[in-house]
C-alpha cells in the first residue's frame, strides 16, 4: 500500500469525491480551529481536495496557502482559489518561504503509511512559527486499511501521541466525532489540535 494509490485514485474521482465532500458542514471543527489564531492568520491546507476549506477560510478573512498531491483536484480547487494560491505538490516536497499560523489537514494526513507519519509531521512542524496549530484528522482504529484503491492508516489517542514524538508538535487536545456525510455516522474519526513547541 502507498500514498501513490491514493493520488491515483484522486485523480481518477476527482469529480465523485468533490461532489460527495464539497457540500458537507464543517462548522463544528472550524469552531475547534479557527478560534485559535491570530486576525487574518495565514493557513496552509495541507491536503486540500477541491478547495472547500480553503474557501471558507478565505471568506473568513483568512490568508490562505493550499496543496494537494492530486492533479486533478489542484485543478479543482485553483478553480476556485485561484492559481497562485494552490500548489501541486506532496506533504514532504511542500515548502513555505515565510512560516504560517497554522496548518490544517482534514482527512489528508491519513493516506500516509505509518512509517512516513512523523517525517511528515517533523516536515510540517517546520513550515510554521512557534506555537503555531494544527488540526488533522485520522479514521479512529489501529490498523492500516485499504478501500476503493485507497490506502487508509488509522489511528487512536495512544498511537497518535507515539507518533508526534519528537516531531516538533505536542497535543493541546484529541476529540472524535462521527463522519458528517450522510448514511456515514457510523464512521469514527480522532480529531487532534497541535501545538509547535515544548509545553
Known amino acids: 500500500m502507498s500514498l ?15 461532489a460527495d465532500t464539497a457540500g458537507v458542514d464543517m462548522s463544528a471543527l472550524y469552531a475547534e480551529f479557527l478560534p485559535l489564531l491570530p486576525e487574518n492568520a495565514h493557513i496552509i491546507d495541507a491536503g486540500c481536495g477541491s478547495g472547500r476549506d480553503a474557501v471558507a ?32 505538490c506532496t506533504f514532504l516536497s511542500f515548502e513555505v518561504t515565510t512560516p504560517a499560523d497554522a496548518i490544517w489537514a482534514c482527512a489528508s494526513l491519513l493516506h500516509v503509511v505509518p512509517s512516513q507519519l512523523p517525517q511528515t509531521f517533523t516536515h510540517l512542524a517546520a513550515q510554521l512559527k512557534p506555537n503555531g496549530i494544527m488540526y488533522c484528522s485520522f479514521k479512529y482504529g489501529t490498523d492500516q486499511t485499504e478501500r476503493s484503491g485507497r490506502t487508509f492508516t488509522n489511528l487512536n489517542e495512544v498511537i497518535l501521541a ?38
Open 162 to 199: 507515539e507518533t508526534l514524538q519528537n516531531t516538533g508538535f505536542r497535543i493541546s487536545k484529541t476529540w472524535r466525532t462521527s463522519d458528517a456525510r450522510p448514511g456515514r455516522e457510523h464512521e469514527q474519526w480522532l480529531n487532534a489540535i497541535l501545538v509547535k513547541g515544548d509545553k
Open 57 to 88: 477560510f478565505r471568506a473568513q478573512g483568512f490568508q490562505v496557502t493550499a496543496f494537494d498531491a492530486s492533479e486533478a483536484l489542484v485543478a479543482k480547487a485553483r478553480a476556485q482559489l485561484g492559481q497562485d494560491t494552490v500548489q501541486h
Open 4 to 18: 501513490q494509490n491514493s493520488i491515483s485514485y484522486y485523480n481518477e474521482n476527482a469529480e465523485t469525491f468533490h
